[in-house]
């Protein structure tokens, strides 16, 4: 018995051994490619030796004696910190992904290969100035000096995913970083899947009427009346479930309510305590880890910028100079329309046209698939855009027999200049500078918000599409495509972008609401991403007659539900207070202590407070409630509460409380009964997920930031490693935004939000400051992996000055890079 249980400690022993030398095998492979902050290298492509200071939160300070010297020290920072996520973004853009990833990724290399923007990309360098040009091809440069190094010092492949992924990295090229500029453009744009749902909706309603509840218009002067889309194809089922594919790792296309949202505001001298401008921008995203945004100083020719970029752009997308400040937000400009295409019954390779039949462009592609046999696509182009498969998007439950869908967009443009005009923004010297400059940006649209010492403006830059006065649908629905009045006219006058420039009461700002309100043509958009944080921010705003930095860092993490405070009184108005106490334990006591919470409650979306989950989990299942008999199954792809919907049932506006009515019932419900049934829905999920104790909620359990790796993310144990999870306070309509998933069994997780923050004051230019919601690395291993994590959920900055001095004081690290 002794030399059984010896040889069992033994080998027990050996495995431990062994399970310790495979963890330390692993650590040290992984811990091979953690870039060396201090050093001197030769490289090859520089004309003079270019110096990266780190400062203390590992943001490069980048100095050279030319400027394409400087962003060939930005691409080699870029590939040192961040070389996987270039990696996977540049393979999205190409469609690529199945080589490293198999099947899993088909979906997205279909649709990427069909929308062809990495060739658009390619195409459009040639149409950049000289400028952007020299710095494109020297950004390559440096992130190519990064490869070599990694080549020749064997530095681990570059990163830890390397070892587990055969994904081998070819050369950049200048072309790639507008490839990444174009998926960008991808993630944000949302019209074509809001046109998709608005048919389907309309199919699916037995009473029109009632899509304007539903959908509603933003507050404001109407709308004329669209035609039905059964109208408009009238061979169309009126209803087809659609097939639900399954969501595909890395997939770039953004779901409904997460294509882009942000927060931006400025101040004018004569509303600043300190007499200098003051601009606040936070643009949200999904969120990742790494994160999308990645800080750095550039020390140009015309003076330093410091700010964010994107790594593999060679850019700060929002950031400042000394001279001026600018910030960005989804302007949601209507840049996308369907359109539905009759085949030639004859010749399904004709496609009607407003001149009759016409052959499409065709091009084969082959993809790569790992560990299985590659697959060759047809690409079809018609002269509205590419050609999309009914099952993208869920296009076949809206394209009649014999019809196919293509898409007309601006970012398919093969001579997108956005790039250059990035460029001469980041060179500006004011605000009319900047305007002027904002004339080359083709795509992604956004409302670009500026400040220089004196001025403030705001400026929608992003080409506009020239449609028909006579479009069928207005670009809300898909119109047929071989009408000439639905097709595309070319682009609107850069001039009929709106422009708000000095304007009197000194303040500026933008949230995603409605900026402007036109007829069409030049409306902008129908869809706006927010109809609610504005009142909020309008109030912040307006409540004080001078700013400072830190009232604006105050209203860029306000937590007040403006919603919450609208809609409480009115879905609750006949509940509260009412009837005599119910005994304890029963579902009627649990209603009146949620009642009794939420009427003492000021709408402040605190993470430690039980209120703001009463109030989100009985405003989902209100509006559950009351789609769910309508729209059927299509309830399902609401996931997010339309607040006014929701004010205009209880509000009954245009006769809209008829949606509390179940109609499959025989009685007729009211919408006080709707509301106290919903409570009851709310709390009885609560107790299931989180307990009956409703005082000891803490909404933050729920309201996770998910700030998750896109590949590790799911693997087991590997997960706590890479992933970053944080108790969040906020919501979908604070100024603090968290939006949340609204699915699966975890609906209220914060998975989009300020990825970045950024507060400029031009009275004191070095006292500005910002954060990103991880950190600077995408190394897990590297302490720059999640360092600025707590510090952005806490609601605090680092410095954002261009002072050399400082970051020097107590640099991390300087590198050296030297010709060779």
């Excluded at 330390?24 to 091979?32: I, N, T």
Aim: charged fraction near 20%.
């Amino acid at each position: 018995m002794g030399l059984v249980f010896r040889w069992l400690v033994r080998i027990a022993s050996g495995l431990i051994i062994l399970i310790l030398a495979a963890i330390g095998l692993v650590y040290f492979l992984a811990s091979q490619s953690l870039p060396d902050y201090d050093q001197t290298l030769e490289v090859d492509g520089l004309t003079a030796p270019v110096e990266i200071v780190r400062d203390t939160a590992n943001v490069p300070h980048i100095l050279g004696q030319t400027d394409p010297d400087v962003f060939f020290g930005l691409g080699y920072a870029h590939a040192q910190d961040r070389l996987w996520q270039m990696t996977v973004m540049r393979r999205t853009a190409q469609g690529r992904l199945s080589e490293v990833f198999g099947t899993r990724t088909l979906r997205i290399d279909k649709l990427l290969r069909r929308l062809d923007l990495y060739g658009l990309a390619h195409r459009s360098v040639e149409v950049q100035d000289d400028y952007t040009k020299a710095a494109l091809r020297a950004y390559a440069a440096g992130v190519n000096a990064r490869l070599t190094e990694i080549n020749e010092q064997a530095l681990g492949r570059g990163a830890p995913e390397m070892f587990l992924f055969n994904a081998p990295v070819s050369p950049w090229q200048p072309g790639d970083s507008l490839a990444i500029i174009k998926l960008m453009a991808l993630q944000l744009s949302g019209h074509l899947t809001d046109e998709v749902l608005r048919a389907r909706t309309s199919l699916m309603l037995n009473n029109p009427e009632r899509l304007a509840d539903i959908l509603p218009d933003v507050p404001g002067p109407g709308i004329a009346a669209l035609p039905e889309y059964a109208s408009l194809f009238p061979n169309l089922p009126r209803y087809a479930a659609g097939k639900e594919a399954p969501e595909a790792p890395l997939s770039p296309l953004p779901k409904r309510g997460l294509a882009g949202a942000s927060n931006a505001w400025t101040a004018a001298p004569s509303r600043s305590a300190s007499g200098g401008t003051l601009l606040a921008n936070d643009p949200h995203l999904g969120f990742t880890a790494p994160g999308v945004w990645y800080l750095a100083h550039l020390d140009l020719e015309k003076g330093g910028v410091i700010g964010a970029s994107i790594p593999g752009v060679p850019a700060i997308m929002t950031g400042r100079s000394d001279r001026l400040g600018w910030g960005l937000t989804s302007s949601y400009l209507d840049d996308q329309d369907l359109h539905i295409e009759q085949l030639n019954p004859d010749n399904p390779e004709e496609y009607l046209t407003p001149d009759g039949y016409k052959e499409f462009l065709t091009r084969p592609s082959i993809i790569a698939i790992k560990d299985e046999a590659p697959v060759t696509l047809t690409l079809r182009w018609t002269d509205n855009g590419p050609v999309l498969p009914g099952t993208d998007y869920k296009l076949e439950t809206i394209t009649p027999p014999g019809h196919v869908a293509s898409l007309s967009w601006t970012a398919l443009s093969p001579r997108d200049t956005s790039m250059t005009a990035s460029m001469a923004l980041m060179n500006s010297d004011n605000v009319q500078q900047a305007i002027q400059a904002g004339e080359q940006y083709i795509a992604p649209s956004q409302n670009l918000s500026l400040v220089d010492r004196t001025t403030i403006g705001m400026k929608l830059i992003g080409a506009m599409p020239q449609r028909d006065l006579q479009n069928q649908s207005r670009g809300r629905i898909p119109s047929p495509g071989w009408i000439e009045t639905n097709r595309w006219q070319g682009r609107l006058p850069y001039t009929d972008n709106p422009e708000f420039v000095a304007p009197v009461g000194g303040i500026l700002g933008n949230t995603n609401n409605k900026i402007i309100d036109r007829p069409f043509p030049n409306h902008v958009s129908y869809e706006w991403g927010d109809t609610q944080r504005v009142h909020r921010w309008d109030r912040l705003m307006q409540s004080r007659e001078v700013h400072t930095r830190d009232s604006f860092i105050e209203a860029q993490l306000d937590t007040v539900s403006f919603t919450a405070r609208s809609l409480l009184p009115l879905i609750g108005a006949d509940l509260w207070f009412t009837g005599a106490s119910a005994p304890e334990g029963t579902p009627e006591r649990q209603r009146q202590i949620a009642l009794s919470l939420l009427a003492d409650w000021n709408g402040e979306m605190n993470e430690h407070l039980p209120e703001p989950l009463i109030y989100a989990a009985w405003l989902r299942a209100l509006q559950i409630r009351l789609i769910a008999d309508e729209l059927g199954p299509l309830a399902s792809e609401y996931k997010h509460v339309e607040p006014l919907f929701i004010e205009r049932v209880y509000r009954d506006i245009d006769g809209a409380s008829v949606w509390c009515d179940v109609r499959q019932s025989a009685p007729v419900e009211t919408c006080t009964e709707m509301a106290r049934l919903a409570l009851d829905d709310a709390l009885i999920w609560i107790s299931e997920r989180y307990g009956s104790a409703l005082e000891s909620l803490r909404w933050g359990d729920a309201h996770q930031a998910t700030h998750d790796h896109p590949v590790l993310g799911d693997v087991p144990v590997l997960r706590y490693f890479v992933n970053i999870r944080q108790s969040t306070s906020g919501g979908d309509n604070t100024l603090l935004r968290g939006r949340t998933s609204g699915e699966g069994p975890d609906p209220f997780q914060n998975v989009h939000g300020a990825g970045y923050r950024g507060v400029y004051d031009f009275a004191d230019p070095n006292s500005s400051v910002f954060i990103t919601a991880t950190g600077q690395s995408g190394h897990f291993l590297s302490r720059y992996y999640d360092d600025q994590a707590q510090l952005w959920r806490r609601g605090e900055y680092i410095p954002m000055s261009l002072d050399l001095d400082l970051a020097r004081a107590a640099a991390v690290g300087v590198t050296n890079l030297i010709p060779r």
